[in-house]
């Protein structure tokens, strides 16, 4: 399945959304993410499954205000 994440063409097998963060995102890091510019909270992306030419924005999460 091919996916534009972060505006790049990836080839990916994972379905699940949380499976793709696995695999592009270390554990250390805090990230939100939207899939289709829709915002999927952290509960949600096991749940989240994936379709061919889905756009996934991965955002590093930073502190402050």
Request: proline fraction near 2%.
């Amino acid at each position: 399945m091919q996916l534009y994440v972060n505006d790049e063409l990836v080839q990916s097998e994972h379905r699940q959304l949380s499976a793709l963060i696995d695999a592009l995102v270390s554990s250390e890091q805090r990230v939100a993410v939207a899939v289709n510019q829709q915002v999927v909270p952290r509960s949600q992306w096991s749940e989240c499954l994936l379709n061919d030419n889905d756009r996934i924005d991965i955002f590093e999460s930073i502190a402050g205000g």
